[in-house]
């Protein structure tokens, strides 16, 4: 497959995704978000995490402000993508507490403001949780595009955070087409459903 088709058939099924979670009414997301946190906080690996990366909602994601109010009640060290300022592409995650002002970056995404005494190294966080447009049954993710987070994920095995997705189940497709540079993540939990993957 030439890497125009391939770009072409991906921005068709983010255009598709991403119309499908938009058109979810608030009542459906409030559920999707509520069982959501159920399941997440039922994953031993989150029981034993004592940070946890995660993001703030943004295009019809699934909502995750019921999961970090709940993780926050856990005594869980909570922190959140920034847009890194000198690495293109790249991210910082900062702690995030219900104190923290947020602003909205370019894409206008709300993140913390930068502070380099609230940055958080990839070594001491346990889980990253990763949005995702799309995914499969292999554990193949597609992302906005930007390669934020394959950027973060990359060979992310001998790291020392173990990385999962959050998607709604309408999120789901048959089979991605997939680029080199994709990272497959080993897990995704759904609203009804954890999703194991071979990694």
């Known amino acids: 497959m030439t890497n125009a088709l391939l770009f072409q058939q991906r921005d068709q099924i983010r255009k ?12 459906q997301q409030q559920l999707a978000a509520q ?24 295009d019809g994601e699934i909502d995750t402000a019921p999961l970090i109010l709940q993780l926050w009640a856990l005594n869980k060290k909570i922190c959140l993508p920034i847009l890194h300022p000198f690495h ?12 923290t002002q947020l602003i909205k970056n370019r894409f206008n995404i709300s993140e ?11 070594s001491e966080i346990d889980i990253i949780f990763t949005p995702l447009v799309a995914f499969d049954s292999s554990g193949q993710r597609l992302g906005m595009g930007g390669g934020f987070y394959d950027r973060t994920l990359e060979n992310w095995q001998q790291k ?39 990694s």
């Open 16 to 27: 598709a995704i991403r119309q499908q979670r938009r058109s979810l009414t608030p009542e």
């Open 160 to 198: 020392s955070f173990y990385p999962i997705g959050l998607a709604h189940t309408c999120q789901q497709v048959e089979q991605l087409p997939v680029a080199d540079w994709d990272v497959p993540l080993p897990e995704i939990i759904t609203p009804n459903k954890i999703w194991h993957f071979s």
């Open 112 to 122: 913390p403001p930068l502070n380099v005494n609230d940055v958080i190294p990839l």
């Open 35 to 58: 069982q959501l946190s159920d399941n997440v906080l039922s994953h031993p690996k989150i029981k034993d995490a004592d940070t946890i990366a995660l993001f703030l909602s943004f």
């Open 88 to 99: 293109r592409h790249h991210l910082l995650f900062l702690r995030y507490t219900h104190k």
